[in-house]
């Protein structure tokens, strides 16, 4: 018999299933160069189980101590109250993080329901409708607190929840596991590039070395895609949400993108001219022959394509960020924009070919994996997003499904 457990199950206001939250909204919390670790709400992403570190801020110990009211502990859900109300994560296990503004922590209460489930039913498209449905405010949305009690909860039986979560948290955490790997991978590369390149001083170099700009040994590609002149095309589409959100692209059919795109295949490597103090670099996949980019994307090309993986590592390190940043127009911070022929006069070490060889024999690889990792994570989201309501809904019986 199916089983809908949006219409055959006791529905509870979420206020009821809480023991405790966690708000620290209200004033301004004072920060220090270093500390304990403050997040904001772009650490807190749909996409993501844990939150992630990307432009925090730092609190001192006294701070950290004295001004908060509490703080979050393992199992938590964040939920972003302001900007893109509703995302939510868990709080890992240690903690090593405060909030502050513009989110709060919900304790879910055990006895009444099972935390994961929780969770998962947080992320589902019905209580995001009701999320979405009740935001005010029309520049910058937000969900006022006491609008808690108005998200109601379905609760089946103990062991039905058991299932739905367990299963949403397993596929999440071995996507997360991916992302670990992947992170550690790109450091890795990173370091080995900057160890070898970035800490050689140009009066010391082999003689079998030379100084060269990237335009000599790349060039910047601007192959135009106009999606009102192919409509009905299932493009793959690197844009800077994309990669924002998730660093994988999006499938869409040409008819819903407005603006034209840079083609690009697997031989291109780009980085974002748009705000580069922001660091948006990006090596595609291209697993279809429809690939574009937003065209607030540099592409290149290197010139010999053997040397592909050295110049996506030099556009990776930190001397291009810091040329990057030192290149760019307009007034504003968050409209800055990098000239791309201007990054072309960039000045690079050019190793001799055994050693452009043995670096590629190292970094090459890692790329490689990267690449899988990030493929693999995109399927298992989508089985666990498209398991999710089929599991609610009663499609697919809960039981059925083995870890």
Known sequence: MRFNLWEDCNRVPLTELLSFVVDNRGKTVPTAPSGHKLIATNCVTNNALFPVYEKIRYLSEETYQTW???????????????????????????????????????????????????????????????????????????????????????????????????????????????????????????????????????????????????????????????????????LEHYSIPAFDEARFPVFELSTSIKSNKFIIDASCFMISKLNPTTKRVWKPYCLTRNAVCSTEFIVYKAKDKTITDFLYSVIDSNSFSDFMCSHVTGSTGSRQRTTPSDTLSYELILPSGDELAEFQSLVSPMYAQIRINAIENDRLKRLRDSLLPKLMSGEIDVFTIQL
């Open 68 to 234: 908060f009211r509490a703080h979050p502990i393992p199992g938590d859900i964040l939920f972003v109250n302001k900007g893109t109300p509703g995302r939510v994560c868990l709080v890992p296990d240690p903690v090593d993080f405060c909030i502050a503004q513009d989110m709060i922590a919900l304790r879910a209460d055990e006895s009444k329901i099972y935390p994961k489930y929780l969770f998962a039913v947080l992320r589902s498209r019905e209580i995001q409708q009701q999320i979405y449905n009740t935001n005010v405010g029309d520049v910058i949305p937000h969900f006022k607190k006491q609008f808690l009690d108005q998200l109601l909860i379905p609760i089946p039986e103990r062991s039905i929840q058991e299932s739905i979560g367990d299963l949403y948290y397993v596929l999440s955490l071995k996507a997360e596991r991916n992302k670990k790997i992947n992170d550690n991978l790109e450091q890795q590369a990173h370091a080995i590039y900057h160890e070898r390149f970035e800490t050689v001083s140009p009066n010391d170099l082999p003689s079998d070395w030379r100084i060269v700009t990237l335009g000599e040994v790349a060039t910047i590609s601007n192959k135009s895609f106009n999606p009102l002149k192919e409509p009905e095309i299932l």
